[in-house]
């Protein structure tokens, strides 16, 4: 052997492998090779030293300092019940969109505004023919006429949309 004193034996007693380039315990401070140097994989002594977390209340978001030999759960469990600065008053609320649509009272997170009126819909009345929109002016498109018509024969009320008025509006929206 060349080089008697290089390196050094691991100290897991199932493995006592030499090792070239040793790898020191931070917790316990004992020499492992690469495959025991893990606090779990030769069951170390002393984590409670470093591996060290604190628990988050998850209701007011405040670290909840846990004692050693304590329970986390038990612990954040009793600070939810005394010390917990939680307001439910204070939560953010999300869904403050409201639809505009008459009898609707549904709201959504974001805005989901008509091109032809600028009012404010739910996801369900949000087209234009869903909430019946009154703004005149702005022409349909053959595919929306069509939709109207189809709509129109599956209510019964065919009769009340004239082809004249089918005829106006794609001619409106051939001259655009």
Same mark, same amino acid.
């Given at each position: 052997? +060349?080089?008697? =004193?290089?390196? +050094?034996?691991?100290?897991?007693?199932?493995?006592? *492998? %030499?090792?070239?380039?040793? %790898?020191?315990?931070?917790?316990?401070?004992?020499?492992?090779?690469?495959?025991?140097?893990?606090?779990? *994989?030769?069951? $170390?002594?002393?984590?409670?030293?470093?591996?060290? *977390?604190?628990?988050?209340?998850?209701?007011?978001?405040?670290?909840?300092?846990?004692?050693?030999? +304590?329970?986390? =759960?038990?612990?954040?469990?009793?600070?939810? =019940?005394?010390? $917990?600065?939680? !307001?439910? /008053?204070?939560?953010? #609320?999300?869904?403050?969109?409201?639809?505009?649509? +008459?009898?609707?009272?549904?709201?959504?997170?974001?805005?989901? %505004?008509?091109? *032809?009126?600028?009012?404010?819909?739910?996801? #369900? &009345?949000?087209?234009? %023919? =869903?909430?019946?929109?009154?703004?005149?002016? &702005?022409?349909?498109? @053959?595919?929306?006429?069509?939709?109207?018509?189809? /709509?129109?024969?599956?209510?019964?009320?065919? !009769?009340?949309?004239?082809?004249?008025?089918?005829?106006?509006?794609? @001619?409106?929206?051939?001259?655009?």
């Amino acid at each position: 052997m +060349e080089f008697p =004193d290089l390196g +050094e034996h691991c100290s897991e007693k199932t493995c006592k *492998q %030499l090792d070239f380039l040793p %790898l020191n315990c931070d917790a316990c401070n004992k020499v492992f090779c690469k495959d025991h140097v893990q606090y779990e *994989q030769h069951k $170390c002594s002393a984590t409670y030293k470093k591996d060290v *977390q604190v628990p988050v209340c998850p209701l007011c978001h405040i670290p909840v300092p846990v004692g050693r030999g +304590e329970i986390a =759960d038990v612990v954040v469990g009793q600070h939810m =019940d005394k010390d $917990c600065k939680y !307001n439910p /008053a204070q939560e953010k #609320k999300i869904f403050i969109h409201r639809c505009s649509k +008459e009898g609707c009272k549904k709201k959504e997170m974001f805005k989901l %505004l008509c091109d *032809q009126c600028n009012d404010n819909f739910c996801i #369900k &009345h949000r087209h234009p %023919l =869903d909430h019946n929109c009154k703004h005149s002016g &702005h022409s349909v498109s @053959r595919a929306g006429c069509a939709a109207i018509m189809r /709509a129109a024969e599956s209510s019964g009320a065919s !009769n009340k949309l004239s082809s004249s008025w089918l005829a106006q509006q794609l @001619r409106g929206k051939q001259k655009s």
